[in-house]
Nanobody, 115 residues
Framework: QVQLVESGGGLVQAGGSLRLSCAAS????????MGWYRQAAGKQRELVAD???????TYADSVKGRFTISRDNAKKMVYLQMDSLKPEDTAVYYC?????????WGQGTQVTVSS
């Protein structure tokens, strides 16, 4: 059974930082592409950042230069370091794994940035 468990969300003031973590189980992690998505109230879910099994990362234009995605294959973890947070970053953040042509999702963690 595949499980993705996010942690690290919370309330932070604009300009602050948060680090999200996602613990994966039930997949061969080193072969999976991992990503972070977010969904703000009333909006569609959007890609924030992803990282291939070869450690190549891509970012949404809105977070480039502020967010950093990384992975630790030994620990089966993926991280999202979020700096210079803005109120428009407020959303539920979801961990995603692409493995064996399937998508797997975590339950999400709320990030709220106050102005």
């Amino acid at each position: 059974q595949v499980q993705l468990v996010e942690s690290g969300g919370g309330l932070v003031q604009a300009g602050g930082s948060l680090r999200l973590s996602c613990a994966a189980s039930g997949i061969t992690f080193r072969f999976a592409a991992m990503g972070w998505y977010r969904q703000a109230a009333g909006k569609q879910r959007e890609l924030v950042a992803d990282i291939t099994n070869g450690d190549r990362a891509t970012y949404a234009d809105s977070v480039k230069g502020r967010f950093t995605i990384s992975r630790d294959n030994a620990k089966k973890m993926v991280y999202l370091q979020m700096d210079s947070l803005k109120p428009e970053d407020t959303a539920v953040y979801y961990c995603n794994a692409k493995f064996m042509s399937r998508d797997f999702w975590g339950q999400g963690t709320q990030v709220t940035v106050s102005s």
